[in-house]
């Protein structure tokens, strides 16, 4: 007697509660497809296209990638995690070599690496091989690892350095602020099996809907739904930031390289009120401050936790404790490793930035103003468009220019390019 003769009914049963399965699960993915997949945006805890953690930076290019990214835009990375654009210029002996270190902004989130603003100091500086190391959500302590491993790597004739808004981001619910020990953990934490299993779990929508019925049922623990904002912290705080910046500093002075601050800002479309609040807060009109401020900390906006911070400071100055108390929970996002919400103003680290630079002798960019006086070219809350990129581009270039005493950049058009 054959084994299904003898086992017919665990067959079918065993089938049966396959097809169940597979049918809720294909019933689930149905309706999740109609929701924007919130992990694309999840950079480093979900989706790892084209990064890799890394025990001493966070999180890295992942070497050999190719392929899109969570903005959907192809990047190709080489063997050594260099933007494939970028592979003869490192090897280049012939011209010198400038490494911009930076964030999204310089890594070019939203646009294609061609049209980032190091490509366009390639372009109009003829003489020099500009190398782009900006790495989606670094903050200035992961500018300040990198420059220890790739000053004397690449042997660099100048450095243009910019960190800003992933400092300000808030450490949230199991997390804790930059540093060697976090990112380490982070690590072995990634490495871990039950992490990874955990990982390819998270790819099966049924797996989420029976997490989530579990919570409800108190089966499986709930994480904070809200938060003090005066318990927030920064991934990187301002005396941690200036200590970061002025780390940099020291680091390129000892080699006698060059150093450039690129100072960038949020998109003044959208830190407007904000900005007219905390302006009429330090004013001492408290009134126009919470008029300016209430809107913004009403609203569920990705500066909504920075209003509720300063229309809490302008209640609790005209006295009103009850109104201030009222303001002072924030709500607890899509967990990431970039951190949450902005909890400081962008003016206020940028500022930390130029007194740095003031202290250690180190030449400034002011990309931030250029590019607040056509805010159009932003394209979300800090990232810009190929426009804004020209500009930032061509500032930093004539800068470059005198540093590093060579001619004036060619006065060229940097064309945008469309394929």
């Known amino acids: ?123 109009l500086m003829p003489d020099v091989d500009a190398i782009n190391l900006g790495v989606p959500g670094y903050t200035s302590f992961q500018g300040m690892k990198a420059l220890e491993k790739y000053l004397p790597l690449l042997k660099p004739a100048a450095v243009v350095v910019s960190f800003n808004h992933n400092d300000r981001r808030a450490v949230y619910y199991g997390d804790e602020p930059d540093s060697t020990k976090h990112f380490q953990k982070v690590y072995r934490k990634s490495m871990n099996p039950m992490h990874r299993a955990n990982h390819i779990l998270g790819a099966i929508h049924l797996s989420g809907v029976l997490a989530g019925v579990m919570r409800r049922a108190h089966l499986l623990p709930r994480p904070p739904q809200q938060f003090r904002i005066d318990r927030l912290r920064p991934r990187v705080d301002e005396a941690s930031y200036r200590k970061n910046l002025s780390e ?20 003044p479309l959208r830190t407007g009120y904000i900005d007219k609040g905390v302006e009429s807060l330090e004013a001492g009109n408290y009134k126009a401050a919470i008029e300016y401020l209430t809107p913004v900390a009403g609203s569920d906006l990705w500066y909504s936790d920075l209003a509720r911070i300063n229309l809490r400071r302008a209640y609790e100055a005209q006295g009103d404790r009850a109104s201030a108390e009222q303001n ?92």
Not at 73 to 100: N, T, W
Not at 364 to 370: D, F, L, Q, R, T
């Open 1 to 123: 007697m054959g084994f299904l003769s003898r086992h017919k009914s665990l067959v079918f049963a065993i089938v049966a509660n396959l097809t169940v399965l597979l049918s809720l699960e294909a019933i689930v993915r149905l309706a999740e497809s109609v929701r924007a997949d919130q992990a694309k945006t999840r950079i480093v805890n979900d989706s790892l296209a084209g990064l890799v953690f890394s025990p001493e930076l966070g999180w890295e290019r992942t070497p050999g990638f190719k392929g899109p990214v969570f903005d959907g835009i192809l990047r190709e990375f080489d063997a050594q995690g260099y933007f494939s654009i970028d592979s003869k210029r490192v090897g280049d002996r012939a011209k010198k070599k400038v490494l911009f270190f930076g964030d999204s902004s310089t890594y070019g989130i939203g646009i294609k690496p061609s049209d980032t603003f190091v490509e366009v100091v390639n372009e």
């Open 248 to 267: 940099m500093a020291d680091q390129c002075e000892r080699q006698g390289i060059p150093l450039i601050f690129l100072v960038l800002r949020d998109n």
């Open 328 to 419: 002072i929970y924030s709500l607890y996002p899509n967990p990431s490793l970039h951190g949450g919400p902005p909890q400081r103003l962008d003016s206020a680290y940028n500022e930390i930035m130029r007194q740095v630079a003031r202290e250690k002798n180190v030449q400034v960019v002011e990309g931030a103003a250029s590019l607040a006086a056509d805010p159009y070219v932003y394209v979300d809350n800090v990232h810009f468009s190929p426009i804004g990129h020209r500009i930032v581009g061509k500032l930093v270039a004539s800068r470059l220019a005198t540093v590093l005493e060579q001619p004036a950049p060619r006065d060229v058009e940097v064309a945008i390019r469309l394929k």
